[in-house]
């Protein structure tokens, strides 16, 4: 599962920082949201923490001090969220659902007709572009299909 978001994460966080530059504070609070949901679900410590900082910035750029003040105190006393937390908890289980179990899907390739090279392509005399249309047909230089 930490294949499927981490990288959505990362996103998460460099939008935010995007969006602050541009000075839309609301829509950065919001990407630093889903960057600390995500850190939820993978469970990666460092990444909640780093949220916490985000938001408590964005929070005193939109003039809301009580949120900032709490999200700074979280960031800097390295308070993680419990893990009993009934919140975090059905964050994470609404992202397994989105997930869902891992299934190995199985591939069967059917082999129809196996291809002798030299009846496929035309010699290195021939132009390339050239093949005989009994044998074989044209797709694009280099490939040819068989009829």
């Known amino acids: ?13 460099q939008l935010g920082h995007m969006y602050r530059f541009t000075k839309h504070h609301s829509k950065a609070a919001d990407m630093f949201r889903l960057m600390l949901k995500l ?7 460092n990444m909640e923490l780093k949220a916490y900082q ?3 910035n964005e929070h005193f750029y ?21 893990d009993l937390s009934r919140i975090k908890n059905s964050i994470i289980q ?3 659902d989105k997930v869902g179990p891992k299934k190995n ?19 290195p005399s021939n132009d390339r572009h050239q093949c005989d249309k009994n044998k074989s047909m044209f ?5 040819y299909y068989s009829k």
Not at 1 to 13: D, Q, V, Y
Not at 105 to 123: G, M, Q, Y
Not at 139 to 143: D, I, Q, S
């Open 1 to 13: 599962m930490a294949e499927n978001f981490e990288g959505e994460m990362m996103m998460a966080e």
């Open 62 to 82: 939109l003039g809301d001090l009580e949120k900032s003040k709490y999200y700074s105190i979280r960031h800097t006393g390295g308070l993680l969220d419990s």
């Open 94 to 96: 609404s992202y397994k």
């Open 105 to 123: 899907k199985k591939v069967n390739l059917k082999v129809i007709k196996k291809f002798n090279e030299a009846e496929i392509l035309p010699s």
């Open 39 to 45: 850190a939820w679900v993978l469970k990666d410590a």
């Open 139 to 143: 797709v694009f230089p280099g490939v």
């Open 54 to 56: 985000h938001m408590s």
